[in-house]
């Protein structure tokens, strides 16, 4: 291991990142990841100002900064167009320090693969944790060219984690939230229209402009776990949400039946109890997966790379108990309240008794009525996070 050697399972957001912080810090990294070429199964991304600073410990906050499509009004409505909360960018840019961006994941994936050398990720590259590692042996990880030893191993295995299963065989694992999503890339509406997440009974849908000029569209309801539209997922959409306001029904007319997304929510309500194994860590997904209701899933996994990198900053003197007790004790408590806090936001948002969604909705624009900064005080602590800072160097 005189290499100083790290092995990073998976290639999306989180595995990427985190091969960036450990790469800038020293390390001898390669990523395996399964699929053929890192185009990302997904949409959209809304990177808050929290992702945004830990991007800046990997010098690419700026260029992503540079993404940001929209910096004007919006909020949350009703089906039939009503307000029920105003948000205002200027205003979160202000109380969060940056700005919220929203970019295509593949945009994001090419920005924090070019941080990398060019031979450090391998696709078509399937991998299994064989063994975390301990204080004196390396982790060892297998493929199909062989097995991989290495100081540290870091599982960014998505939310069906096999890694997570070999470290912690007893945990329950994902469990259905009720709920399924869908999204969609589409050409913009031909008449203006302001951002927005839209909150109907048992089912929302969210609009939000791409730097490019597209459009990106998410929607949320209650399904069965697995089930599937016979007709087709654009079909399914357009049944939920065709009636809905401008721009709902023309970004359905503009949809491409092939590329609607749908997904279902499972998140990890049951914490692990750490996020590590011998040298072995976990991040994103495979250690907290949570509900979308927060926008969160992807900034926390960012945040969890950068907080690993930090821990593991020096490869000859790594540590891996003490370092990787630390990355645990910084990210699950946070990451815990942060599943719990979603859950909550999502029960919120999905009701459907009609005297439920009334009240909701009167609450909703009771609380807007003490204008943006009453209503972006949800987001305090979670926005507002910034990631560690090295300790200086002792000068004897």
Same mark, same amino acid.
């Given at each position: 291991?005189?290499?100083?050697?790290?092995?990073?399972?998976?290639?999306?957001?989180?595995?990427?990142?985190?091969?960036?912080?450990?790469?800038? *810090?020293?390390?001898?990294?390669?990523?395996? +990841?399964?699929?053929?070429?890192?185009?990302?199964?997904?949409?959209?991304?809304?990177?808050?100002?929290?992702?945004?600073?830990?991007?800046?410990?990997?010098?690419?906050?700026?260029?992503?900064?540079?993404?940001?499509? @929209?910096?004007?009004?919006?909020?949350?409505?009703?089906?039939?167009?009503?307000?029920?909360?105003?948000?205002?960018?200027?205003?979160?840019? =202000?109380?969060?320090?940056?700005?919220?961006?929203?970019?295509?994941?593949?945009?994001?994936? +090419?920005?924090?693969?070019?941080?990398?050398?060019?031979?450090?990720?391998?696709? %078509? $590259?399937?991998?299994?944790?064989?063994?975390? &590692? &301990?204080?004196?042996?390396?982790?060892?990880?297998?493929?199909?060219?062989?097995?991989?030893?290495? +100081?540290?191993?870091?599982?960014?295995?998505?939310?069906?984690?096999?890694?997570?299963?070999?470290?912690?065989?007893?945990?329950?694992?994902?469990?259905?939230? %009720?709920?399924?999503?869908?999204?969609?890339?589409?050409?913009?509406?031909?008449?203006?229209?302001?951002?927005? =997440?839209?909150?109907?009974?048992?089912?929302? @849908?969210?609009?939000?402009?791409?730097?490019?000029?597209?459009?990106?569209?998410?929607?949320?309801?209650?399904?069965?776990? &697995?089930?599937?539209?016979?007709? %087709?997922?654009?079909? =399914?959409?357009?049944?939920?949400?065709?009636?809905?306001?401008?721009?709902?029904? +023309?970004?359905?007319? $503009?949809?491409?039946?092939?590329?609607?997304?749908?997904?279902?929510?499972?998140?990890?309500?049951?914490?692990?109890?750490?996020?590590?194994?011998?040298?072995?860590?976990?991040?994103?997904?495979?250690?907290?997966?949570?509900?979308?209701?927060?926008?969160?899933? &992807?900034?926390?996994?960012? =945040?969890?790379?950068?907080?690993?990198?930090?821990?593991?900053?020096?490869? $000859?003197?790594?540590?891996?108990?003490?370092?990787?007790?630390?990355?645990?004790?910084?990210?699950?408590? *946070?990451?815990?309240?942060?599943?719990?806090?979603?859950?909550?936001?999502?029960?919120?948002?999905?009701?459907?008794?009609?005297?439920?969604?009334?009240?909701?909705?009167?609450?909703?624009?009771?609380?807007?009525?003490?204008?943006?900064?009453?209503?972006?005080?949800?987001?305090?602590?979670?926005?507002?996070?910034?990631?560690?800072?090295?300790?200086?160097?002792?000068?004897?």
């Amino acid at each position: 291991m005189t290499q100083h050697r790290a092995v990073v399972l998976g290639a999306g957001i989180g595995g990427l990142a985190a091969a960036v912080g450990l790469h800038r *810090r020293g390390w001898d990294v390669t990523v395996l +990841e399964r699929a053929a070429d890192l185009a990302p199964v997904g949409a959209g991304i809304a990177l808050a100002p929290n992702a945004l600073r830990a991007l800046d410990t990997l010098g690419l906050g700026d260029r992503v900064r540079d993404l940001a499509a @929209w910096q004007g009004d919006g909020g949350m409505r009703s089906p039939d167009g009503r307000w029920l909360v105003r948000t205002d960018a200027r205003a979160a840019a =202000e109380r969060f320090g940056g700005p919220l961006v929203l970019l295509h994941r593949a945009t994001l994936v +090419e920005i924090l693969a070019s941080a990398l050398p060019a031979r450090a990720v391998r696709t %078509g $590259a399937p991998a299994a944790l064989a063994h975390p &590692g &301990g204080a004196r042996t390396p982790a060892r990880v297998t493929t199909p060219d062989g097995d991989l030893e290495a +100081e540290l191993a870091v599982a960014a295995d998505g939310i069906r984690s096999a890694a997570r299963t070999t470290l912690f065989p007893g945990h329950p694992g994902p469990r259905y939230s %009720g709920h399924t999503t869908w999204r969609i890339v589409t050409p913009a509406p031909t008449r203006p229209f302001a951002p927005h =997440e839209t909150w109907g009974p048992g089912r929302i @849908w969210g609009t939000q402009p791409l730097k490019d000029g597209r459009i990106y569209a998410y929607a949320m309801a209650a399904a069965p776990a &697995g089930a599937h539209a016979p007709d %087709g997922e654009l079909a =399914e959409l357009r049944r939920l949400f065709g009636d809905w306001h401008h721009p709902v029904p +023309e970004i359905l007319a $503009a949809a491409d039946p092939d590329g609607v997304l749908r997904h279902d929510v499972h998140h990890l309500t049951d914490p692990l109890p750490a996020f590590h194994r011998g040298r072995t860590a976990l991040l994103g997904d495979a250690a907290h997966a949570m509900m979308p209701s927060l926008g969160q899933g &992807g900034n926390q996994a960012v =945040e969890d790379a950068v907080v690993l990198a930090h821990h593991a900053r020096v490869p $000859a003197a790594f540590d891996p108990g003490p370092a990787l007790a630390a990355y645990t004790a910084d990210r699950l408590p *946070r990451t815990t309240a942060l599943v719990r806090r979603a859950a909550r936001t999502g029960a919120l948002t999905l009701v459907s008794a009609r005297p439920a969604v009334a009240l909701r909705d009167t609450l909703l624009r009771t609380v807007s009525r003490f204008g943006p900064g009453f209503v972006l005080r949800g987001f305090d602590g979670v926005a507002d996070w910034r990631p560690p800072v090295a300790e200086p160097s002792r000068v004897s």
